[in-house]
């Protein structure tokens, strides 16, 4: 069974509109990370909530934002989605020690 | 900015050899190493987690060393089969933050 589980898969919105991406775990683990993946390039980390303190990669653009109401769930905003912001979108949780992270499957973020 | 390389980039292999490929890392507050193996359209995936400079581990066919004193860990992937084709992530793991390379996607040749 699923343990990170993102929706939805694919996402197509218009350039400007804003979009909500989600992602959801049952591992109870404490930290959550939002990566952007774009082609042939590394995973880039976003931000990451260690519970409920939030924080964001000095280079995330402020277009970017994100909200974890609670431990199970969190949400990555695009207020203006640019047509660069195409690309995959992969949420990952751990636990704070040195164990490893579980991702989701990724939202394929498409601009028109 | 932290960075962490891998190479090569890309890698074909003829089935039943053995490879390898690296990753370089910051030493400066050092937490784990991590490797994740990466099919295509599924979630990646841990192989290992190493904390330890010196560490190796082993799961199968493929194994990791570790040096943190020099930043650097091999992959190792001994009799490649079809199966282990996939993109190979290892990520920097310091306190709370993890940070990718770019991969190294391996291709196993018939």
């Avoid at chain 1, 989600?22 to 976003?46: E, F, I, R």
């Avoid at chain 2, 890392?25 to 490797?35: E, G, I, K, R």
């Avoid at chain 2, 192989?47 to 570790?66: C, H, P, Q, W, Y």
């Avoid at chain 2, 930043?71 to 306190?95: F, H, M, N, V």
Wanted: with cysteine; glycine share 6%.
């Amino acid at each position: 069974d699923a343990m990170v589980i993102q929706n939805p898969r694919y996402q197509v919105t218009q350039f400007g509109k804003p979009v909500t991406l989600s992602c959801s775990q049952t591992l109870n683990h404490n930290v959550m990370y939002w990566y952007q993946q774009k082609s042939s390039q590394a995973p880039k980390l976003l931000f990451h909530y260690y519970d409920k303190d939030f924080n964001n990669e000095a280079d995330t653009p402020d277009n970017f934002q994100s909200r974890r109401p609670n431990t199970s769930f969190c949400f990555l905003d695009i207020r203006s989605p640019g047509l660069g912001d195409a690309a995959m979108y992969l949420c990952a949780t751990s636990f704070i020690s040195n164990t490893e992270a579980f991702f989701g499957q990724g939202t394929r973020l498409t601009v028109v | 900015i932290l960075n962490v390389e891998q190479s090569p980039q890309s890698l074909h292999v003829q089935e039943g050899d053995s490879t390898n490929f690296t990753c370089s890392f910051p030493s400066s507050n050092f937490y784990a190493l991590h490797w994740y193996r990466w099919e295509t359209a599924k979630s990646p995936e841990a192989l290992f987690v190493m904390t330890l400079n010196g560490d190796e581990k082993k799961k199968g066919r493929i194994s990791a060393t570790l040096n943190t004193k020099e930043g650097y860990s091999y992959l190792y992937i001994k009799g490649s089969q079809p199966e282990d084709s996939a993109t190979y992530l290892c990520a920097w793991r310091g306190d709370d933050k993890i940070i990718f390379g770019k991969g190294t996607r391996l291709h196993i040749l018939p």
